[in-house]
């Protein structure tokens, strides 16, 4: 270890958050909060990433490592403003991205709209080959009809292009042969091949993901080359390693070629956050409640990490509407987004009923109290009127909140217009959104066969802390877990995560009829595919592997990802895995049919570099006076016993020493989130500084 320091930066939609952790003293050394510059995001990384050292005295030399989860990738393909992207695929297949697999996501809406192709008609072209299901060459490709259309589209201005022939996954050879003719002629522009962004079965969803992978890929190439000019400037001679939506961590190198995969790089770091503290505080099952600017996460935390699905959607016509969105291959960790965050909007809809969310301020112009020219109310304008946010100590006192200009806000577009009592309505948004955050995440919760009060919930983001006790008392919950620095709690969570990628074959086969030669074949070219990306890190050779399929009982048309043993791939071991399906799908199901035979569409590997332990450490637990922590009093609104304001002590979260405890109601602050705790909860510090509270007994959900 070169450096004492190691750096996590995360990117989010409002707010860009830094976590400098001490690796020789086991803790956080500092938090940090900058708003999010969407023209330049590397521009607000340098300038939080200076003024983080410069909170400690220190300089990027003394930067072990850092790591980088961010928003570019998912903002490029809803803001279109990717590069100009072509598509070459199987002649006869040019229309896939519009036919689609023609499923209503509103099957009362036969006009529901979808979203536009990220490559326009005139820009998907066709070329003459064709692949059988089998992976036999049935037609040769045309090299010189291919040749020609490379240099149309090299002479149209196409910065990137996909390739997406017609079962490439089972035999990539045209695919690969139109890169090489591509980079022979020009070289210049950036290829994406389908049958290595995402070499499985499902045209349309093959096809979308790998035209989103080239839509993006100059740009994330130009961001990262940018930032690390810019780091290196300042010193920082070392890696920099990317968050992976999976879980994992990557270099940048990897990064740049598959950035598909980082499309939701923040909300796993965030999961992976709140499993790392769940453990520290004794939960092995926890929700995870990641509420941010502009939405809120809710993730199942089960044995101390979040599961990952194979399949996720980018740029939603209907931000919460399954299937209105571009489908896209790419493993990520399996959590439920809702419209509920700092800077959602609060609103009277068509029923002239108080509606909050999906729409949010954003930073830019951010909620009407921060003196920025919105005029909007939102949840976080109804904070500072309820008495939660201290209007001079938000981000620590750096940004001062205008109470006079949320006022006016909530008053001009909520109160007057429903006839309610200005605080009426700013306690209306806050419980709407507290509501909303609860039932997405009970649905998320029960559609995974666990009971929410079986759960404790770790709540983190710049409001999550504000929110959760009400959110978990209405999901029957008794305990939540804010970590220190909870504000930052994404940019922690990247530090816990492994060096890991995933790896996937396609090979549909019942599991009775496998052909196990084929599926070792399989796994050795994975694991090939691993040692050459782990080639740069110079330690590939301790890479270690974990096994997964995508499996399900024939005639279904939703699989479940199992765990493999690796010992189990033989026709002795088919049982063994038989008995792993039927397991898991009675634990997410409630029961396993019988008598049905078992497909396997998807075989995965999981390679992982070994990495540093993150480890804090633990303080002994005493006694200690809460008092001397007290900053002062103010007046808080609360809803219960009596709905009124109540003088509530406040409390400075960095001076809670382990051990104190106290009863609500009070308000805990620290820089860069507050922690609201209403009368029926009951606060403890362990010795890792988490704040536990605890609903005292008798107090129901409602």
Not at 474 to 491: D, F, K, N, W
């Amino acid at each position: 270890m070169s450096g004492r320091y190691a750096i996590s930066v995360d990117v989010g939609g409002t707010f860009t958050d830094f976590v400098l952790f001490d690796q020789e003293a086991g803790a956080p050394a500092a938090f940090h909060k900058v708003l999010t510059d969407a023209e330049r995001p590397a521009r607000a990384v340098v300038t939080g990433w200076r003024e983080i050292l410069e909170m400690v005295g220190a300089t990027s030399a003394d930067v072990d490592h850092a790591v980088h989860s961010t928003t570019i990738v998912t903002n490029a393909i809803v803001e279109r403003r990717g590069a100009r992207t072509a598509l070459i695929t199987t002649r006869g297949f040019r229309d896939v991205l519009e036919i689609g697999i023609e499923q209503l996501y509103d099957i009362y809406d036969l006009f529901a709209p979808y979203p536009q192709p990220l490559v326009p008609r005139e820009l998907r072209r066709e070329v003459d080959e064709r692949i059988t299901r089998d992976g036999e060459v049935l037609r040769p490709l045309d090299e010189d009809a291919a040749r020609a259309l490379v240099d149309e589209l090299a002479a149209a201005g196409v910065e990137s292009i996909a390739v997406a022939l017609i079962h490439a996954y089972r035999n990539p050879v045209h695919e690969r042969r139109l890169a090489e003719i591509i980079a022979e002629s020009h070289p210049e522009i950036t290829v994406s091949l389908s049958s290595r962004v995402a070499p499985l079965i499902g045209e349309y969803e093959r096809t979308s993901t790998v035209v989103a992978d080239a839509y993006v890929k100059p740009l994330l190439r130009r961001y990262l080359t940018d930032l690390m000019d810019q780091l290196r400037a300042l010193g920082y001679q070392r890696d920099l390693s990317m968050m992976l939506s999976s879980g994992g961590i990557t270099t940048v190198e990897a990064a740049v070629e598959f950035p598909i995969r980082l499309l939701e790089s923040g909300p796993a770091a965030g999961a992976f956050a709140a499993g790392f503290y769940g453990r520290l505080a004794g939960h092995e099952h926890v929700l995870s409640l990641d509420m941010g600017g502009t939405t809120a996460k809710a993730c199942l935390i089960e044995d101390g990490a979040p599961t990952v699905a194979g399949m996720l959607e980018a740029d939603r016509v209907h931000r919460f509407k399954p299937g209105s969105g571009l489908p896209i291959m790419a493993p990520t960790v399996d959590l439920i987004e809702i419209g509920a965050g700092g800077g959602s909007i609060a609103h009277v809809n068509n029923l002239g009923l108080m509606q909050v969310g999906p729409q949010s301020a954003e930073s830019n112009p951010g909620p009407a109290c921060y003196g920025l020219g919105g005029e909007e109310p939102t949840v976080t304008d109804a904070n500072v009127l309820l008495g939660y946010l201290d209007p001079g100590y938000f981000l620590g006192g750096r940004m001062a909140l205008q109470p006079e200009r949320a006022r006016t806000a909530v008053v001009d577009r909520l109160a007057k217009p429903l006839g309610l009592d200005p605080i009426a309505a700013a306690w209306g948004i806050h419980a709407i959104v507290n509501e909303n955050m609860a039932q997405a995440a009970r649905t998320h919760l029960i559609e995974r066969n666990r009971d929410p009060r079986s759960v404790a919930v770790v709540a983190f983001g710049g409001a999550g802390p504000a929110h959760a006790a009400e959110v978990a008392r209405i999901l029957g919950i008794r305990q939540v877990i804010v970590p220190m620095g909870a504000g930052v709690g994404s940019a922690i969570g990247a530090l816990t995560a492994p060096m890991a990628l995933p790896f996937v074959r396609s090979h549909m086969t019942l599991l009775d009829e496998c052909d196990w030669a084929l599926v070792h074949a399989l796994y050795d070219e994975m694991r090939e595919e691993a040692q050459r990306a782990f080639a740069a890190t110079g330690n590939a050779e301790a890479a270690r592997y974990r096994l997964a399929a995508d499996m399900r009982f024939a005639g279904q048309y939703h699989e479940l990802r199992v765990d493999l043993p690796e010992d189990a791939l033989s026709p002795a071991g088919a049982r063994t895995i038989e008995a792993a399906f039927r397991e898991g799908y009675a634990a997410t199901y409630g029961r396993a049919p019988s008598g049905l035979g078992i497909e396997v569409l998807n075989w995965h590997l999981i390679a992982e570099l070994p990495r540093p332990a993150f480890t804090l450490a633990a303080e002994p637990c005493h006694e200690r006076d809460p008092r001397t922590a007290l900053k002062g009093e103010r007046p808080v609104y609360f809803p219960r016993p009596e709905a009124g304001y109540r003088p509530c002590p406040v409390y400075d979260r960095y001076r809670l020493e382990p051990g104190a405890a106290f009863p609500g109601p009070c308000i805990i602050e620290e820089r860069e989130a507050t922690i609201v705790v209403p009368p029926e909860w009951r606060v403890t510090v362990d010795g890792y500084r988490n704040v536990i509270l605890e609903r005292r007994e008798g107090e129901g959900t409602r």
